[in-house]
């Protein structure tokens, strides 16, 4: 993140904090994630809630009932402008929300996406997913140790800007070929030998795995794209008797699937980003908003580290003890 960015942000901070009880208590923010199941978006939703109560603020909050449902998104974004709300955070399912988006925009909501980029947003808050993905795939090198990758991915589903960014910013890391940052495709460079959409869920994760190992039982690297779909995986692999043969990788940052399961030695590594941080922003921007009018604008990275119990040269990483501070969720 540039000074100037840091800079910024913390007076957004200071003066979110600094505002008065009767100014705050007008205020009404919205937060939309993907779903409320995923640990993730309701470690997002713990921390939106804290931040908008310590400022007397009013949240509205809500749901889609499962990744990729825009439907329950476009309505609830419809219902919280109508309710008043002046900045709305959202967690994109899918580009189906950009006309809703630019409708409230010009009836002068403001709107921050949060995790997962989409296309007319005001501003995004998220962590730099190619670089997510490039961590563990440096990771998943280095474990290697020079021996050919025969590599499976647990994906999200096609056409994800996170799960593309993630998934080729993995083979980036790994140093295979991929595309960049701005790609919404999947490469599949001839290492990877198998792919399968996952969705982010334990259960499919472990079938799609199973699967893998049917087309090719040689598999020594998983790249998964989050601790759940990593877990399904594993579960798989045991089954199989090929648990000790493979290197899992995942991103998130779960106190007991991600950091959890690190130590267990379940996934080799993971890399960890922070939803609490990505909220108290989204909350701080809207209580400016309301005060000054001025719409936040472009990226701002919330930061992502490397867990990994067992570090390797020349990847930087944190250790497990230090992750156990600031994980989240189960």
Excluded at 68 to 74: H, K, P, S
Aim: charged content about 20%.
């Amino acid at each position: 993140m540039k000074k100037s960015t840091t800079l910024a942000l913390t007076a957004i901070a200071f003066a979110a904090s600094a505002a008065t009880s009767a100014f705050a208590a007008e205020v009404v923010i919205g937060l939309i994630t993907k779903t409320d199941s995923n640990p993730f978006f309701v470690k997002m939703k713990e921390g939106a809630d804290a931040a908008a109560k310590k400022a007397g603020a009013k949240l509205l909050s809500a749901a889609g009932k499962q990744d990729g449902d825009t439907a329950t998104q476009i309505s609830a974004m419809e219902n919280m402008a109508a309710a008043g709300a002046k900045t709305i955070l959202i967690t994109s399912s899918g580009d189906a929300i950009i006309p809703t988006i630019k409708k409230i925009q010009a009836q002068g909501v403001q709107v921050i996406a949060l995790d997962s980029p989409v296309d007319g947003a005001d501003a995004l808050f998220a962590t730099n997913n190619y670089k997510a993905g490039e961590l563990i795939g440096q990771y998943a090198k280095a474990a290697l140790n020079g021996k050919k990758p025969v590599i499976a991915t647990m994906d999200l589903f096609p056409g994800h800007p996170v799960g593309a960014q993630r998934h080729n910013g993995f083979l980036a890391g790994y140093g295979l070929k991929t595309l960049d940052a701005k790609s919404n495709e999947l490469a599949q460079p001839p290492e990877v030998v198998c792919m399968a959409d996952s969705f982010g869920d334990a259960a499919k994760g472990q079938t799609g795995m199973e699967n893998c190992l049917q087309k090719n039982a040689n598999i020594n690297v998983v790249y998964a794209i989050n601790e759940p779909a990593a877990a399904g995986a594993y579960k798989a692999l045991k089954a199989a008797g090929k648990e000790k043969d493979v290197v899992i990788l995942g991103v998130d940052g779960m106190c007991s699937n991600g950091v959890g399961n690190v130590e267990k030695g379940v996934i080799g590594a993971t890399s960890m980003q922070y939803p609490l941080k990505m909220a108290a922003m989204g909350v701080a921007a809207g209580l400016q908003y309301a005060k000054d009018g001025k719409r936040q604008s472009g990226y701002t990275d919330t930061g992502v580290d490397l867990v990994a119990s067992k570090p390797m040269a020349g990847v930087k990483s944190i250790d497990t003890k230090t992750a156990r501070g600031q994980c989240w969720g189960d």
